[in-house]
């Protein structure tokens, strides 16, 4: 959705011919995709975080077996492969070097919000002047997803 956004507010009125356009599509897409697998990683260690963390609980590894479910499904339903790709390799790394205890406090999502900057099929020369904007903009989004997580977590007991 903050992607989308960001696009419609870049070229104003020219956002309904742009739509339009095959290729430019095909770049939404393929940035959509990217987006998307890094905010699933930058969420999933959200959410096993906090519950490590607040909740204790210390099942982790089951962070690795829900991101591959959440992941296989869109790839299923079309993903991208490259996007696929780069989300597994992505989330293997990460897996590996997570801190559960601080994770959820340290800047969760940053990885995430620099990832609608970078991808975003916008000119380089206007994404400087955005990028602030851009990086707020995605941080105040996973800001209400973080109140929402703790609050549907506050009934949540370890097992």
């Known amino acids: 959705m903050t992607l989308y956004g960001y696009l419609k507010t870049r070229m104003g009125a020219k956002h309904v011919i742009m739509f339009e356009d095959k290729d430019?599509?095909?770049?939404?897409?393929?940035?959509?995709?990217q987006i998307y697998g890094i905010s699933l990683i930058d969420c999933t260690f959200f959410c096993f975080s906090f519950l490590y963390k607040e909740?204790?609980?210390?099942?982790?590894?089951?962070?690795?077996?829900?991101?591959?479910?959440?992941?296989?499904t869109e790839k299923a339903g079309g993903m991208d492969i490259e996007a696929?790709?780069?989300s597994t390799k992505e989330f293997n790394l990460r897996f590996s070097e997570v801190n559960w205890e601080t994770y959820y406090i340290n800047n969760p999502f940053e990885k995430s919000s620099?990832?609608?900057?970078?991808?975003?099929?916008?000119?380089d020369e206007l994404k400087k002047l955005d990028k602030?904007?851009?990086?707020n903009s995605m941080i105040l989004k996973w800001n209400n997803i973080q109140k929402d997580f703790k609050k549907l977590a506050n009934n949540f007991e370890s097992n």
């Open 132 to 135: 602030q904007i851009v990086l």
């Open 55 to 72: 909740k204790k609980f210390l099942k982790t590894d089951q962070a690795n077996q829900i991101f591959f479910e959440i992941l296989n």
């Open 114 to 123: 620099r990832a609608l900057y970078n991808w975003a099929p916008v000119a």
């Open 24 to 33: 430019f599509l095909r770049s939404i897409n393929i940035a959509k995709w």
């Open 84 to 86: 696929y790709n780069n």
